[in-house]
């Protein structure tokens, strides 16, 4: 999907009928009031003094379809002097599996949403059970066959380790979203945002923590189902905020670059397929292309190191290959 410059406006809570054991929005967004038509116009005027034109203006955080008609109206309504002079191309939401009917499409596709994202979180519907969320996985696949017939882009939210969930059950809601041909994916590893009944229910220690170690893990499995699919992971992990970097992260998979950890997860065990037969003690190098040189080598080395004690290598470098694209070449093997 191409991307335009995304104006994000954040409506936490807003159309929620329960609070996910999971979920602060205003934490999480770190949005604590929810928007209005005057925040839409601002933040909209802005850009337009700014000369930007064919922004996307996105509306996260809450349940957009499932807020009342008339703010829905008020919110599509402040945007569309900016759709009618070209400084909005579209307009992106996100909301429920539960919270979606043609009617609703229909209103949404008039008034200039071009994608809808759906939060499905887990395909296991104990699992959706036990995060309280008041779907179920049948929901999804029903609202994504109408996000698709009404002719607008289809986003699908998924998220590892949640409680009930496990490895194999996450690996199998992505195989499931796969299967549903959205247009792109979020994937959301869980964290502990303080509040929450998650936090309650990990420091009483009936939830064990999705470390960033686990997230990796499981999402290394999972991004390669995506990419096997052209389905494009548009986010992988939640966007650092203040709020959650000054403590409203407690636990859990939070980390600013959790993509690149998974990529580099990638990487080394790919690598590993290539080093399998070279002898012991040799001096190896690995090529890659330049671009992709940190994520091969690992935060503070890591991979390399882990690579290099693993088939006891006397020495493992990483050099840059241009051309190579998505490749890793064996270079070099010296004793």
């Known amino acids: 999907m191409a991307r335009a410059r995304i104006i994000p406006i954040f409506v936490p809570h807003l159309g929620c009928p329960n609070d996910c054991v999971f979920c602060d929005q205003k934490r999480i967004s770190g949005s604590p009031l929810p928007a209005d038509g005057q925040d839409v116009a601002r933040a909209l005027d802005r850009a ?40 909005v191309a579209a307009i992106r939401l996100s909301t429920r599996p539960d919270a979606v009917d043609g009617d609703i499409l229909a209103f949404l596709k008039a008034n200039g949403v071009q994608t809808v994202e759906l939060g499905a979180q887990s395909m296991d519907d104990g699992v959706l059970a036990a995060c309280g969320r008041g779907h179920t996985a049948a ?3 029903r609202a994504a066959a109408l996000v698709r017939a009404a002719g607008l882009q289809l986003v699908l939210q998924m998220m590892t380790g949640l409680p009930g969930s496990d490895r194999e059950k996450d690996v199998d809601t992505a195989r499931q979203i796969a299967g549903l041909r959205p247009d792109g994916v979020r994937i959301y590893p869980t964290v502990v945002v303080a509040g929450t009944a998650l936090e309650d229910m990990w420091r009483a220690g009936t939830y064990r923590e999705h470390t960033v170690a686990d997230a990796v893990a499981v999402c290394a499995d999972i991004l390669p189902l995506f990419e096997a699919a052209s389905i494009p992971v548009i986010r992988l992990g939640l966007n650092p905020t203040a709020e959650l970097s000054a403590g409203g992260a407690v636990g859990g998979a939070y980390h600013p670059a959790l993509g690149e950890l998974v990529r580099s997860e990638l990487m080394r ?17 690995l090529g890659v292309a330049p671009e992709r040189v940190s994520a091969m080598t690992g935060q503070h080395r890591a991979n390399a190191a882990a690579l290099a004690r693993e088939f006891s290598l006397k020495e493992l470098k990483i050099r840059p290959v241009p051309g190579a694209g998505e490749e890793i070449i064996l270079v070099d093997v010296g004793m």
């Open 48 to 87: 337009r003094e700014q000369g930007q034109t064919g922004v996307e203006l996105a509306f996260y955080g809450g349940s957009f379809t499932a807020v009342s008609p008339a703010l829905q109206k008020r919110l599509l309504a402040a945007a569309a002097p900016y759709l009618a002079d070209g400084t």
């Open 139 to 141: 929901d999804t696949v």
């Open 269 to 285: 065990r790919r690598a590993r397929t290539l080093l399998r037969d070279v002898p012991v003690g040799a001096r190896v190098a």
